[in-house]
């Protein structure tokens, strides 16, 4: 491993300590973003503008997190030797700490994002996971959680077998110490092909998790977004479901307790805002935010997110 670089109300998953780290554990990618419009021409060219970026949900939630003013935000991640070093750098201009593993046969994972300008921005991805998700128990050390408040596992690491295997590790790790964890499922697609049951006998334990409407309704089977919430609430203490334009909710206990209106922006792309919403979530709570406060300052980051194109925040200064 080679390092580049609460509210009024009680519970372990709102344990805030001002000051103390957040451990990420996640995807590193490198991102190449196409933005064109109308519909794809097939068997000939489409005009798009095309830039690489540095993304991954992991990792862009750490930098949001860091953009938010944790005083501490490490991440742990694996990448592949062909771009080990630019993400690096990239992590730690952003205020990260970077943990990243360099595998040796797999290169750094790779998204292709379509994003179609005239479509509300919205956008598809064509995924290459490389490296991102060869991450296992081996990359662990419980050293990792020293001086650590929060710990924040990207759903991702949920769709192959060695990296579910470090989630299991990382929460008992988590558990033992009684740092709180939060995970957001990342992928309806990914869910799909997981299995809704898997999913949820994986997770058991996470006390914060960080749904979209789409990621909400499939692990329910609920159509509507507040219903799922709730239900969800029933088996993890503290769900804070995404809602893009329509904001976020905020439940526990069976109940939706906030809802916690959008912020209106002008789509150029949408990648990263979930991520957005996300990193600034916790960067807030530990900060001693409450969840609903913490959720309205993840809704204004979202909005800022899609206003720029890639998913991280801009750097500092």
Same mark, same amino acid.
């Given at each position: 491993?080679?390092?580049?670089?609460?509210?009024?109300?009680?519970?372990?998953?709102?344990?805030?300590?001002?000051?103390?780290?957040?451990?990420?554990?996640?995807?590193?990618?490198?991102?190449?973003?196409?933005?064109?419009?109308?519909?794809?021409?097939?068997?000939?060219?489409?005009?798009?503008?095309?830039?690489?970026?540095?993304?991954?949900?992991?990792?862009?939630?750490?930098?949001?997190?860091?953009?938010?003013?944790?005083?501490?935000?490490?991440?742990?991640?694996?990448?592949?030797?062909?771009?080990?070093?630019?993400?690096?750098?990239? @992590?730690?201009?952003?205020?990260?700490?970077?943990?990243?593993?360099? *595998?040796?046969?797999?290169?750094?994972?790779?998204?292709?994002?379509?994003?179609?300008? *005239?479509?509300?921005?919205?956008?598809?991805?064509?995924?290459?996971?490389?490296?991102?998700?060869?991450?296992?128990?081996?990359?662990?050390?419980?050293?990792? @959680?020293?001086?650590?408040?929060? @710990?924040?596992?990207?759903?991702? @690491?949920?769709?192959?077998?060695?990296?579910?295997?470090?989630?299991?590790?990382?929460?008992?790790?988590?558990?033992?110490?009684?740092?709180?964890?939060?995970?957001?499922?990342?992928?309806?697609?990914?869910?799909?092909?997981?299995?809704?049951?898997?999913?949820?006998?994986?997770?058991?334990?996470?006390?914060?998790?960080?749904?979209?409407?789409?990621?909400?309704?499939?692990?329910?089977?609920?159509?509507?977004?507040?219903?799922?919430?709730?239900?969800?609430?029933?088996?993890?203490?503290?769900?804070?479901?995404?809602?893009?334009?329509?904001?976020?909710?905020?439940?526990?206990?069976?109940?939706?307790?906030?809802?916690?209106?959008?912020?209106?922006?002008?789509?150029?792309?949408?990648?990263?805002?979930?991520?957005?919403?996300?990193?600034?979530?916790?960067?807030?709570?530990?900060?001693?935010?409450?969840?609903?406060?913490?959720?309205?300052?993840?809704?204004?980051?979202?909005?800022?997110?899609?206003?720029?194109?890639?998913?991280?925040?801009?750097?500092?200064?």
């Amino acid at each position: 491993m080679t390092g580049t670089g609460a509210g009024h109300t009680t519970g372990r998953e709102e344990r805030s300590v001002e000051g103390a780290a957040l451990l990420v554990v996640g995807d590193v990618i490198t991102d190449v973003v196409a933005r064109h419009r109308g519909p794809l021409a097939a068997g000939t060219d489409t005009a798009a503008s095309i830039r690489t970026v540095p993304g991954g949900a992991g990792a862009n939630v750490a930098c949001w997190a860091a953009h938010r003013g944790a005083a501490e935000v490490r991440l742990l991640g694996r990448v592949g030797a062909d771009a080990a070093a630019w993400h690096g750098r990239e @992590l730690a201009a952003h205020g990260v700490c970077p943990q990243l593993v360099v *595998d040796p046969r797999a290169p750094t994972g790779t998204v292709i994002c379509l994003v179609d300008r *005239d479509a509300s921005a919205e956008r598809t991805f064509l995924t290459d996971s490389g490296a991102s998700l060869r991450l296992e128990p081996a990359d662990w050390s419980d050293a990792l @959680l020293d001086g650590v408040a929060r @710990l924040h596992l990207s759903g991702y @690491l949920l769709f192959s077998e060695r990296s579910r295997a470090l989630v299991t590790v990382a929460l008992k790790a988590a558990r033992a110490r009684g740092v709180p964890v939060s995970l957001d499922p990342a992928s309806a697609g990914f869910l799909t092909e997981l299995g809704v049951e898997r999913f949820l006998a994986l997770v058991e334990g996470v006390d914060v998790l960080l749904p979209s409407r789409d990621e909400a309704c499939l692990l329910t089977g609920l159509a509507d977004a507040v219903d799922a919430a709730a239900e969800l609430s029933l088996r993890i203490p503290l769900v804070v479901a995404k809602l893009g334009r329509e904001g976020a909710l905020v439940a526990r206990s069976g109940k939706v307790c906030a809802r916690v209106p959008a912020v209106p922006a002008t789509p150029r792309d949408t990648t990263g805002a979930g991520d957005a919403f996300t990193g600034t979530f916790l960067g807030a709570l530990l900060a001693g935010a409450g969840p609903e406060e913490a959720a309205a300052e993840g809704c204004r980051a979202g909005a800022r997110a899609v206003e720029r194109v890639g998913g991280r925040p801009p750097l500092p200064g």
